[in-house]
C-alpha cells in the first residue's frame, strides 16, 4: 500500500526565516504529487502539484516555490516566510496508474511568528 | 470555474441520528466527486468516489449519489457514531486536467453519545 511521509509534523518559524518541508512517498513509482495548504476553519487550496520530476505546476502566485528532486520526493520552499504562511501543509499523490485516488500524508503545522 | 460549495458547519447530532452533509459543485461536463474525510490533527482520507452521473459511491455506511441534474454529491449516513466525528471535504477533479482537485471549504461534524 501507498504511504506519504511530512516531515516536520509541526514547525514554529520567525518572518523572513527560511522554509523547507519535505514529502517522500512510498509504494508507489511515478505518483502525481501535489502541495495543499489548508488555513484555520478552511478548505484546501492547491498550491503545487508535479507530473514528474523536475516538473512543477504553481497554481496560486505565492512566495512558495516546490521542488521534485527524485521521482517520490517533493519539497515545499520559501526564502522568506510571511505570517500568512501559517497554516497545515498537506502532501498528496495519486499512485501511478490510478488516476482519482487521491491520498494524504499526515500534514506540516506550521505557525509563522 | 470550477468549485464545490458545502453546507458549513458545524454540524451537531446525536449518536444514531440521520445525516445529510450538502454539496454542490460548478463544473464543465462530468467530473468526478469525491467525499474525504479529515480526523483531528490528521491528513485527508478518502471516503468514496462517484465519477459518472447516476453512480453512488459508499463506504463504511456512507453513500453519496452522483446528480448531474442537481449538480450535487450529497454525503448522507443512516446512524452516525461518535467515531464518525470528523471534518468532511467535498471535491472534484475536472474531466479536462485529472491532475486537478477542488476542495469544498469543509464540513465539521460532531456526533454526541
Known amino acids: 500500500s501507498q504511504t506519504i511521509h511530512q516531515w516536520p509534523a509541526t514547525l514554529v518559524q520567525p518572518v523572513g526565516s527560511p522554509l523547507s518541508l519535505e514529502c517522500t512517498v512510498e509504494g508507489t513509482s511515478n505518483p502525481n504529487l501535489y502541495w495543499y495548504r489548508q488555513a484555520a476553519g478552511r478548505g484546501l487550496q492547491l498550491l503545487f502539484y508535479s507530473v514528474g520530476i523536475g516538473q512543477i505546476s504553481s497554481e496560486v502566485p505565492q512566495n512558495l516555490s516546490a521542488s521534485r528532486p527524485q521521482d517520490r520526493q517533493f519539497i515545499l520552499s520559501s526564502k522568506k516566510l510571511l505570517l500568512s504562511d501559517s497554516g497545515f501543509y498537506l502532501c498528496?499523490?495519486?499512485?501511478?496508474?490510478?488516476?482519482?485516488?487521491?491520498?494524504f500524508g499526515p500534514g506540516t503545522r506550521l505557525t509563522v511568528l | 470555474g470550477d468549485s464545490v460549495t458545502q453546507m458549513e458547519g458545524p454540524v451537531t447530532l446525536s449518536e444514531e441520528a440521520f445525516l445529510t452533509i450538502n454539496c454542490t459543485y460548478t463544473?464543465?461536463?462530468?467530473?468526478?466527486l469525491f467525499w474525504y474525510v479529515q480526523y483531528p490533527g490528521e491528513g485527508l482520507q478518502l471516503l468514496l468516489k462517484?465519477?459518472?452521473?447516476?453512480d453512488k459511491g459508499s463506504n463504511k455506511g456512507f453513500e453519496a449519489t452522483y446528480r448531474k441534474e442537481t449538480t450535487s454529491f450529497h454525503l448522507e449516513k443512516g446512524s452516525v457514531q461518535v467515531s464518525d466525528s470528523a471534518v468532511y471535504f467535498c471535491a472534484l477533479s475536472p474531466p479536462y486536467n485529472f491532475n486537478k482537485f477542488y476542495f469544498g471549504s469543509g464540513t465539521k461534524l460532531n456526533v454526541k453519545p
Open positions: 462517484a465519477t459518472k452521473a447516476d
Open positions: 463544473a464543465t461536463g462530468y467530473p468526478s
Open positions: 498528496a499523490a495519486i499512485a501511478g496508474g490510478r488516476y482519482n485516488e487521491q491520498f
